[in-house]
């Protein structure tokens, strides 16, 4: 059975990586609804087999789809989201899923009410292959017990050439709900629990006065039974660097410790993907170019056998509650 999907709302860019990541698996992609014509041209353009619709419900009413994408403006996320499972679809929702606690909580219950899958593309982990192979290496034991994790999640802003709303607080939810919800659902991941708290948050807007509803940079710490992490996340990536961020997760064991240098090395390796390791035989790096990304394929697995192999619902939705109670705790102390 080929699993058709179609997208609604296509506002950020990670919608293609989204679509791909299925097309790769062999699911179909058959329709999409997007209201601005800018956008939907260039979609259009690199997925010519897909029906764009004037009207969503031409999507929500189609049996034969069977999972719907969303990229749409942050704060809009979760209201398609729910509509979707109330049409029978499961979800695959860019990060962050939801702006809101009440969007949360709605998400909860609808998703418990339908039985359907919601599922968030957390791409800085499942769509980065040297994270998946530092998992890979953790559940092997290579550096022991995790003790303490640092994710650094710097982006680039592009001289600002990004559209208006994601200038806007209400609309991206702050920096911490936005963008480190892809380190706390890698600290939850490698320290293999969902009893994590947030110690310590903060955000502040440093360089960027002309926007003032941005927060440019945040920090959180973390603490699990046996495991602490520190995040740290900021628009502050220079012009110079000749990528979009230079993202970097070190994990610390009881017999080693591992760092990802995700999409650039700055010491002059070609290409992304690096993962250094250090144990007691030594150091080594690890080109994780080649390594196998089984999200999608577990997607549509669990699409088909109504299983959890992907990610966990509650892992999934853990990770965002972590992020909006640290935007919480952090806008309360500025």
Not at 11 to 36: K, P, S, T, W
Not at 190 to 207: I, K, Q, Y
Not at 216 to 243: A, C, Q
Not at 306 to 320: G, P, S
């Amino acid at each position: 059975m080929t699993i058709k999907f179609a997208a609604i709302g296509i506002n950020h860019g990670h919608i293609y990586g989204q679509c791909d990541l299925l097309l790769r698996q062999g699911a179909e992609l058959v329709a999409f609804h997007a209201i601005e014509d800018d956008l939907a041209q260039a979609f259009a353009a690199k997925y010519p087999q897909a029906k764009r619709v004037a009207d969503k419900a031409a999507i929500l009413e189609d049996k034969n789809i069977a999972l719907v994408l969303t990229s749409a403006i942050t704060s809009e996320r979760a209201g398609i989201s729910i509509e979707a499972m109330r049409h029978g679809k499961d979800v695959m929702s860019d990060k962050a899923g939801m702006t809101t606690f009440a969007q949360l909580d709605e998400l909860k219950r609808v998703q418990a009410e339908t039985k359907r899958i919601y599922s968030i593309c957390y791409s800085e982990h499942f769509e980065t292959r040297s994270t998946v192979k530092a998992g890979e290496l953790v559940r092997a034991g290579a550096i022991g017990e995790v003790v303490n994790t640092v994710g650094l999640g710097p982006h680039s802003l592009n001289n600002l050439a990004r559209p208006k709303w994601f200038f806007e607080r209400a609309k991206y939810g702050g920096i911490l709900c936005d963008i480190a919800s892809h380190q706390f659902e890698q600290f939850l991941f490698f320290a293999d629990t969902l009893d994590v708290e947030v110690v310590s948050a903060s955000v502040a807007n440093r360089h960027n006065p002309q926007t003032p509803e941005l927060q440019d940079v945040g920090d959180v710490h973390l603490r699990s039974p046996r495991t602490t992490g520190y995040i740290r996340v900021d628009w502050f990536t220079p012009k110079g660097l000749p990528t979009w961020g230079d993202g970097r997760l070190t994990i610390l064991g009881t017999e080693g410790y591992i760092e990802l240098r995700k999409y650039i090395d700055i010491a002059g390796r070609p290409g992304g993907d690096h993962l250094f390791l250090v144990d007691k035989n030594g150091v080594q790096h690890i080109d994780c170019s080649g390594v196998d990304l089984p999200y999608g394929r577990q997607l549509i697995a669990d699409i088909r056998d109504r299983t959890d192999t992907a990610m966990t619902q509650a892992h999934c939705f853990k990770a965002m509650e972590l992020a909006l109670t640290a935007q919480q705790m952090a806008e309360a102390n500025s």
